[in-house]
Antibody, heavy 121, light 110 residues
Framework: EVQLVESGGGLVKPGGSLRLSCAAS????????VNWVRQTPGKGLEWVSC????????YYAASVKGRFTISRDDAKKSLYLQMNSLRAEDTALYYC??????????????WGQGTLVTVSS | QSVLTQPPSTSGTPGQRVAISCSGS????????VNWYQQLPGTAPKLLIY???QRPSGVPDRFSGSKSGTSASLAISGLQSEDEADYYC???????????FGGGTKLTVL
């Protein structure tokens, strides 16, 4: 069974840092591209970042570029999101999601349950 | 303001057919395929339609998708109470070099 489990969320002050993790199981993690997508409570979905299999391609939303860094460790079957210079508007539930086919990053077929990040003083 | 435009809400009665639109531009829907997600209350999104009109295994054929030019549509026929959810369209944007989502459409089954 494919599973994605996010962790690392919590309460952080503006300007602070946080590192999110996503542990994958039930599939060949190294063969798939992966996304981070966030959702402010009661609002819509916002794509944050994606990384290709092999880490050759990394893309970021304009709202997080230069502050967030996506990475992966295929040996540990894990995805990461290093978030620096956090702002109140980064407060959201952060999902990791597996990309179904190759580099079609908008097609995520499995999602975790999310980890909540709250940026507040 | 989302790059892809969806109506904020729609509704229908059981058994009815409803359609949800998704409008974009040449850099996104005009040059890439569209995917649709269903998000039931309190749960993670679920891939409902991919590559314009393909259904993942387990998705009922009551759900169908189409795309023409810079617009796409999700149709749900034989509406059921369990279809009450938020629906999002998504695609790649060649100008932004990223994934873009619609703002979401809340479907209410009356």
């Amino acid at each position: 069974e494919v599973q994605l489990v996010e962790s690392g969320g919590g309460l952080v002050k503006p300007g602070g840092s946080l590192r999110l993790s996503c542990a994958a199981s039930g599939f060949s993690f190294s063969s798939y591209s992966v996304n981070w997508v966030r959702q402010t409570p009661g609002k819509g979905l916002e794509w944050v970042s994606c990384i290709s299999s092999g880490s050759g391609y990394k893309y970021y939303a304009a709202s997080v570029k230069g502050r967030f860094t996506i990475s992966r460790d295929d040996a540990k079957k894990s995805l990461y999101l290093q978030m620096n210079s956090l702002r109140a508007e980064d407060t959201a539930l952060y999902y990791c999601a597996r990309v179904r086919d190759g580099y079609n990053y908008a097609m995520s077929d499995y999602w975790g349950q999310g980890t909540l990040v709250t940026v507040s003083s | 303001q989302s790059v892809l435009t969806q109506p904020p809400s729609t509704s229908g009665t059981p058994g009815q057919r409803v359609a949800i639109s998704c409008s974009g531009s040449s850099s996104n829907l005009g040059s890439n395929t569209v995917n649709w997600y269903q998000q039931l209350p309190g749960t993670a999104p679920k891939l409902l339609i991919y590559t314009n009109n393909q259904r993942p295994s387990g998705v009922p054929d009551r759900f169908s998708g189409s795309k023409s030019g810079t617009s796409a549509s999700l149709a749900i026929s034989g509406l059921q109470s369990e279809d009450e959810a938020d629906y999002y369209c998504a695609t790649w944007d060649d100008s932004l070099n990223g994934v873009v989502f619609g703002g979401g459409t809340k479907l209410t089954v009356l």
